[in-house]
């Protein structure tokens, strides 16, 4: 899976071939938990998976924008955004500080 990006099917694939289960079963399984991730954001709760990081819902308030072409303002609505923000071991795995199998 390295140099591309991973898909649901590579995951599902992952779970397949480190756990056994049957392909249906570990993609039901991927499923199942991408879903209680999505619906837990949705109902504005944070997410957090230790080792991994936490998923956050920041409400953002009314702004003036502008339009890089034109120059106009414009007014850019109140909106929730999700934002991912990772924990320090995934940081210290993504720059090569620890292997696939440290923890804290």
């Known amino acids: 899976m390295s140099g591309q990006t991973v898909t649901r099917a590579d995951l599902c694939e992952a779970v397949y071939q480190k756990i056994g289960l049957s392909r249906t079963e570990a993609s039901k399984l991927v499923e199942t938990v991408l879903d209680e991730i999505c619906n837990a954001v949705a109902r504005g709760e944070n997410v957090?998976?230790?080792?991994?990081?936490?998923?956050?819902?920041r409400d953002k308030g009314e702004r003036i924008g502008r339009n890089p072409k034109t120059g106009v303002e414009v007014p850019i609505e109140p909106r929730r955004v999700m934002v991912f923000k990772p924990s320090n071991v995934m940081k210290a795995r993504i720059n090569g500080q620890l292997s696939e199998g440290e923890a804290e």
């Open 48 to 57: 957090k998976l230790s080792s991994f990081g936490s998923f956050v819902v």
